[in-house]
Each structure stands twice: as C-alpha cells, then as structure tokens.
Nanobody, 127 residues
Framework: QVQLVESGGGLVQAGGSLRLACAASGSSFSFRAMGWLRQAPGKEREFVAAITWSGESTYYADSVKGRSTISRDNAKNTMYLEMNSLKPEDTAVYYC????????????????????WGQGTQVTVSS
C-alpha cells in the first residue's frame, strides 16, 4: 500500500498559475509510475497527466498539454503538477494517483491506468 496526500489547491483567477504537490509515504513510492486525475462538477473523472518512475517519460491530456508540467523528486517522495493559464474549466478536484511498476504498459489515458489514489485537493478557477 501507498498513501498519497495532495496539496496546493485553492482559488485562482483565470489566467493564473498554481503548483500541486503529492507526497507519498514510506518506501512504496519507489519504482512506481504516477499521475494526476481530476473530476469536475457533473463530469466523470478524467486523466490529466502522468510520469514514469524515472521521470524520463511524461504524458498529458489534450486539455492541459502545453500549459502544464508534471515532475517528480524521488528523493523527496513527491510529485508535482504545475499549471499555467488556468481556465474555469480546470475547476475540479485533483487526485494524485499511482500504479505498480515503473512504466506504463500503454499510453495512460484514463483512471483505469492507475491502482491507487489520494483524497484529492480542490482547484477552483474563477472567471
């Protein structure tokens, strides 16, 4: 088991930026690919971004590609998601997620590509 705790959410004006962080407990962080999922009001949970254990490969949903950067610091057991040019449609609960294994067998695109997640952090973007 791995425990994931998200932080960094809050209220941001459209066009602003923020950085979300995910802290993983214990040694379970090792050799795990990770990512972010989000769920907006009235919508299903969707994939946002992902990163392999080594950090050499990253993946982004079309909705955030070009204005988001996912990264990780394995020495600190922490993963980050930096988002710029935020839009009202980015409003959602953001969840840190992980899966067993250092890599993704296929390009991640849904929540089914992960096997564990945190409690989430609320991001609200005002117009």
């Amino acid at each position: 088991q791995v425990q994931l705790v998200e932080s960094g959410g809050g209220l941001v004006q459209a066009g602003g930026s923020l950085r979300l962080a995910c802290a993983a407990s214990g040694s379970s962080f090792s050799f795990r690919a990770m990512g972010w999922l989000r769920q907006a009001p009235g919508k299903e949970r969707e994939f946002v971004a992902a990163i392999t254990w080594s950090g050499e490969s990253t993946y982004y949903a079309d909705s955030v590609k070009g204005r988001s950067t996912i990264s990780r610091d394995n020495a600190k057991n922490t993963m980050y998601l930096e988002m710029n040019s935020l839009k009202p449609e980015d409003t959602a609960v953001y969840y840190c997620a992980t899966r067993r294994g250092a890599l993704f067998p296929t390009t991640p695109r849904t929540d089914r590509d992960f096997d564990s997640w945190g409690q989430g952090t609320q991001v609200t973007v005002s117009s």
